[in-house]
T-cell receptor, first 115, second 109 residues
Framework: GAGVSQSPSNKVTEKGKDVELRCDPI?????LYWYRQSLGQGLEFLIY????????KSGLPSDRFSAERTGGSVSTLTIQRTQQEDSAVYLC?????????????FGEGSRLTVL | SQKIEQNSEALNIQEGKTATLTCNYT??????LQWYRQDPGRGPVFLLL?????KEKRKERLKVTFDTTLKQSLFHITASQPADSATYLC????????FGTGTRLTIIP
C-alpha cells in the first residue's frame, strides 16, 4: 500500500483479555517501530525491528507485551491480560534501512481502550 | 539518565509572528535530530532532519538549529498561520529514534 496500515483503528476490550494489533509497513521498508502514546503524552518507544537482526525490546513495559514480525513485513503487537493502564494509542512506523535520514512513516494508530 | 525535554507544553502565537520551539536533551550523543508534526488523531509526520555536524537547516517557512554544545535544537516557523497549529515533536537518533514529549502550538488569528 501507499502508507503504513494499522488495524484495528479502534479496539475496546475488557480487563484481562488478550489483544492483537497489526501493522503493515510500507513495502520495502526493513525497519519497523512500535510506539505507545497515552492521552496528551509523547511517544513511548516499545520495540524496534531492523531486518533480520534481533529486535530491540528494551521499551516493552512488561512481559505481557510481545511483538513479532513475520517475513520481514507485517508485525503484530500482542498484549496479554490487558490492564486499564494499557489504554493508549499504539503507533507503528516504518523506515528504509540505510537511508541516511531515517525518516519514519507512521500509521494512524490503533486506539486501545481497556474497560 | 537520558532525557529529551520540550519546554512549553503549550505555546500560543499570534498569526504572522515567528513561533520558536525548544528541544533539550541530556546524556545523548545523537547522530541526528528530527522534527515531526502531529495533528489530533493522526500519526506524526516528518518535517526536517538536522545532523550533528550541521548548525542550521531550512525548508520553506521552517528553520531548525542544532547546538551540540548546548545540547539543544530550536525549531522556528516564520510568518505563522492558523494551519500551523499542531503538536510538534523532536526526536533523537542513537540506535533507535526516541521522541520528546511534544509542544502543542496554537496560532491565533
Amino acid at each position: 500500500g501507499a502508507g503504513v496500515s494499522q488495524s484495528p483503528s479502534n479496539k475496546v476490550t475488557e480487563k484481562g483479555k488478550d489483544v492483537e494489533l497489526r501493522c503493515d509497513p510500507i513495502s520495502g521498508h526493513t525497519a519497523l517501530y512500535w510506539y505507545r502514546q497515552s492521552l496528551g503524552q509523547g511517544l513511548e518507544f516499545l520495540i524496534y525491528f531492523q531486518g533480520n537482526s534481533a529486535p530491540d525490546k528494551s521499551g516493552l513495559p512488561s512481559d505481557r507485551f510481545s511483538a513479532e514480525r513475520t517475513g520481514g513485513s507485517v508485525s503484530t503487537l500482542t498484549i496479554q491480560r490487558t490492564q486499564q493502564e494499557d489504554s493508549a494509542v499504539y503507533l507503528c512506523a516504518s523506515s528504509l534501512a540505510g537511508k541516511s535520514t531515517g525518516e519514519l512513516f507512521f500509521g494512524e494508530g490503533s486506539r486501545l481502550t481497556v474497560l | 539518565s537520558q532525557k529529551i525535554e520540550q519546554n512549553s507544553e503549550a505555546l500560543n502565537i499570534q498569526e504572522g509572528k515567528t513561533a520558536t520551539l525548544t528541544c533539550n536533551y541530556t546524556n545523548y550523543s545523537p547522530a541526528y535530530l528530527q522534527w515531526y508534526r502531529q495533528d489530533p488523531g493522526r500519526g506524526p509526520v516528518f518535517l526536517l532532519l538536522i545532523r550533528e555536524n550541521e548548525k542550521e537547516k531550512r525548508k520553506e517557512r521552517l528553520k531548525v538549529t542544532f547546538d551540540t554544545t548546548l545540547k539543544q535544537s530550536l525549531f522556528h516557523i516564520t510568518a505563522s498561520q492558523p494551519a500551523d497549529s499542531a503538536t510538534y515533536l523532536c526526536a533523537l537518533r542513537n540506535e533507535k529514534l526516541t521522541f520528546g514529549t511534544g509542544t502543542r502550538l496554537t496560532i491565533i488569528p
